[in-house]
């Protein structure tokens, strides 16, 4: 009676000869690495993993660019920008593990809220207006913005300009 083999050894069997070309193996350590690298930086934000830890575990990686853990780092650590938050984590991680001048980072955040809270004082005054002519006033009247489509879509839209001027830090 002949021997009944796992799907296993058959799916072995068909693939003996099979090898991957340069180009895959290149892909599939670089996916490696950005999963590594996204690790660290998760680890990081989740306060798992202390600031003078990173260049350890960034050093430990094998690559055969020596700068693109560092790159990659970088990017991910833009990813987790909010520039509604304090991003205090985020600009030592840039200072102090990466090298670069998080200045344009915090200039950025600056700008950022400067223009939303300009943005959102008319916005607010508007509303307060249109409700006044409605017969609604009073010192305890406060707009819920929120509410308001237009104030909705002017923040989506803020926050999509801001993101590409984030995205312009990652490439230098």
Known sequence: MG??????????????N???SEEEK??????????????IVGKYMDDLLPLNRIREELESIESSEPDLPYKLFTVHLLAHVDLDVDISAILSALKEVVGSDPASLEVLQQ???????????????DNLSALKERGVSGSAVVPNLDGIPEWVQFLSELSERYWEKIGGLGEG
């Open 3 to 16: 021997e009944i083999k796992s799907t296993l050894d058959l799916v072995l069997e068909k693939t003996r």
């Open 18 to 20: 099979l090898t991957l």
């Open 26 to 39: 290149r892909n599939i350590a670089r996916e490696e690495l950005d999963k590594k690298i996204r690790g």
């Open 111 to 125: 700008e950022y809220k400067a223009d939303k809270e300009t943005a959102r004082r008319s916005f607010a005054e």
